[in-house]
């Protein structure tokens, strides 16, 4: 009878001593994840977190890859460095390892591998994991041509030159940095980045742009092209010549020289 229950006190505070041990000393990792995110170009700084289970499992060394190349790890403290990581820390269901990237752009864009070595139990076991960093942008859209001159009941055409950006882009239209109102499809014809007026009239003047904007980029975000003024120069039958050159005017003060010679000398 004292054999057994020593024997009974005895496992029971190996496991007590089981249980002290993996709580002070640390749990192997069970699972390690990293989070892909999403940016938007020219903000400030973006985050990939990269949690372990347990919490309280011990870290030895740890990296972060981009795209294979290793770009920080824990003994990097390189302060000219785009790249930042954070010390391990316990959240209330898991540890993490953060990498911080300062100054986004659009070349950030890549997969990214987090690389942590478990050390809780003496040995040093490397744990991996992979997430991907989106970055939204939009460039500026380029308005053709500079200025435009159109004979009233003529037709005028705008070229938006699409601009490069993610994720995919709306062209809107302003005239007088209001939103152009293209309802009327007799007047208006609207395909995407190019917009033609028909019938033109003297309210059609005025100073046009086109807006690019996207999921990331919109309202006050979207990208305003150049200004593009609209001129009218009356109606056809008035005789008025649209896109006339120094040339031609130059040639026709020449004819109207030879003209007056000629009826001089008769």
Known sequence: MTITRSWEWFSFCSLMLTVFLEYSVGQSITKLTAESQFAIEGQET?????YFIPTNAVIGKYYWK?????IATKDDS?????????DPKQGD??????????????????SYTCGVNDESTGATIL????????????????LNPTQLFTNIGETA???????DGLPPINIT???????????????YRFFYATLTINRVDEEDEGVYQCKAENAAYHGMQGKLSNNVTLITLGSTSTGLV?????VDVLIGFIICLLVDFIISKI
């Open 242 to 246: 649209v896109g006339m050159t120094f």
């Open 46 to 50: 973006t985050t990939l977190p990269c």
């Open 93 to 110: 269901t898991a540890g993490y390892v953060s990498l911080t990237i300062n100054a986004v752009s659009r070349r950030d864009e890549d």
């Open 78 to 86: 390189d302060a000219a460095s785009r790249y930042s990581l954070s």
């Open 173 to 187: 239209w302003t005239k007088d940095d209001v939103i152009l109102d293209y309802s009327d499809t007799q007047k």
């Open 66 to 70: 981009k795209n294979e190349t290793v």
């Open 127 to 142: 744990f991996q994991t992979k997430c991907t960093l989106t970055v939204y942008y939009l460039e500026k859209p380029i």
């Open 157 to 163: 055409t705008f070229t938006c030159t699409e601009p």
